[in-house]
Structures are given as structure tokens and as C-alpha cells.
């Protein structure tokens, strides 16, 4: 059923649209992978938080590897075939998954339909597909085409220290660092010991906008832009550090993180 599911999405990414399949080949795998992944979440009523993990789980073995190559190598020129394989379907459709963690999941379905009708029959290129979610999310989106298609530049960010705020034992100061060379924006969650919740969301300077609230049940404060040059950052919570149960960066574990063991703290 996979298999039928995935050739037939080619109808449209890759019959339709007709990218170049050796200049892009992860905009024709990855993006039906992608699209294939949520069909057969659906129709085979999986109901899974991440239909992608499969994909996400090739990506950061790859990236993991120190093999990785550029996503924008041609499709005869990967050192390794397998290095091919998860360049193409896994990170390509990662690719997409994780544009919806930047722009939110509305915007990034009324891309892909934008991108269909703008483009079906004209052999786009990944600029035209990602102008196409410019429009759409009103956002400045080139920086993550570059550094995930064009680099092998990883995620990583880490949740440094939380400490109480010095001479004010009524907040919270928690420290985030970015380790990895790509930049993202930042969901943070912040659970207290009342059983409460709320979110805190640092948007990447460059990206010149913001995404609506992933979390509509949840309360979040939009702070700051976090410029991609600034390796710290850090969070004030108006609450004492004793009533924290926990933190966690991306509580939708969309963003391609190499090192998911750092994005967690629990009090003791």
C-alpha cells in the first residue's frame, strides 16, 4: 500500500509539476514522500503524532554520519547510494515537515497548494517553491532554503541553565544556546508544578515575521526576534524558579534537532 500511495503522489510532484529529477531530485522523492507520508497516516488510520519520524530518523542518522552532502548535489554525484536515498526522500521530506514547525501547519498546506496551481506544467525550482510560501506566510524564508539545501550546516540548540533571576527571586532566567550553525526560530514550553503550561516564542530575526500560535489552548508570549549571530538567548518567566517543573524546546519535535537530549530540563 506504501508503495501505491507513493507512486501515485508522484502524479502531481513530479508528473505534473515536472521538476528536474537530477538537479532536484528532493523536490520530486521528498516532497512525495511527504505527501504520501500523510495520506497513509489517514487512510490507514495510524493517527501518529509525526507521520515523518521515519524521515527525520534518516536525516539525523545522515547528518549524524559526517557523510552528509549538500542537498543541492546532483543525483549522480552522491558519494555513497544511500547517501543518496536519505538525501532525497528523507531529507527532502523533512524539508517540508519542518517548514511547518517556521510558518505553521495552515500556511505550509496553503503553500503546497499555491506552489501546485503556480507552477504545474513549468518545471519549477526550489525558488519557486519557496517564493511560493513567501507569499503565503508573509515571512522572508531564502536563509532556510539556503542552509538546508545548500550546507550541511546541522540544528542544534540546548536549554544551558535555568536559574533564578539575580536580586529578584520572583522570575525565572532560562538560558537557551545555540550549538549547530543553522538558525530556527524557537518554540519553548514551560510547564509549571500547578500543571499549567505556557509557551514562549523567540522568532529568527531574519525571517522578518512570526507564526500564529501552534498551541490556540496554551498561552504564549512572543518575544523578542533572536538574531542568528547571538549563540545565547536567554527567556525571563514571571514565576520563581521552585514552581518549574520542566522546559522544552520544540514540544512538536518538527524542528530536525541532532542532539534532542539537550533540549530538555526537569527540576530535581
Not at 7 to 28: G, I, K, P, Y
Not at 119 to 147: C, Q
Not at 173 to 196: E, Q, W
Amino acid at each position: 500500500v506504501g508503495v501505491m500511495v507513493h507512486e501515485m503522489a508522484h502524479s502531481w510532484f513530479q508528473h505534473v509539476l515536472a521538476t528536474n529529477e537530477s538537479r532536484h531530485e528532493w523536490m520530486d522523492e521528498g516532497f512525495t514522500s511527504f505527501i504520501s507520508a500523510l495520506c497513509m497516516d489517514q487512510i490507514m488510520e495510524r493517527d501518529t503524532q509525526n507521520p515523518f519520524m521515519r524521515s527525520y530518523s534518516g536525516y539525523l542518522s545522515l547528518a549524524n554520519s559526517g557523510r552528509e552532502q549538500p542537498l543541492a548535489t546532483h543525483a549522480d554525484r552522491y558519494s555513497f547510494n544511500s547517501g543518496y536515498g536519505i538525501s532525497a526522500y528523507s531529507k527532502g521530506a523533512v524539508f517540508l515537515a519542518q517548514l511547518g514547525y517556521i510558518i505553521g501547519q495552515d500556511k505550509l498546506m496553503e503553500s503546497l497548494r499555491r506552489y501546485y496551481n503556480d507552477f504545474k506544467f513549468k518545471h519549477p525550482t526550489p525558488n519557486d517553491f519557496i517564493r511560493s510560501a513567501e507569499r503565503v506566510s508573509g515571512m522572508e524564508l531564502e536563509w532556510y532554503l539556503t542552509d538546508w539545501t545548500q550546507t550541511t550546516n546541522t540544528i542544534d540548540y540546548a536549554i544551558e541553565s535555568v536559574e533564578s533571576v539575580e536580586g529578584n527571586a520572583g522570575q525565572t532566567a532560562i538560558t537557551l544556546r545555540r550549538l549547530g550553525l543553522m538558525p530556527m526560530p524557537i518554540d519553548l514550553l514551560v510547564v509549571f508544578k500547578d500543571n499549567t503550561q505556557k509557551t514562549f516564542y523567540a522568532p529568527l530575526k531574519m525571517m522578518y515575521g512570526e507564526k500564529q500560535n501552534p498551541y490556540p489552548g496554551i498561552e504564549r508570549e512572543v518575544l523578542p526576534d533572536w538574531p542568528w549571530a547571538q549563540e545565547v538567548y536567554t527567556v525571563t518567566v514571571d514565576a520563581p524558579k521552585d514552581q518549574i517543573l520542566a522546559v522544552l524546546i520544540d514540544p512538536s519535535q518538527l524542528m530536525a534537532d541532532i542532539a534532542p537530549e539537550n533540549n530538555g530540563w526537569q527540576a530535581q
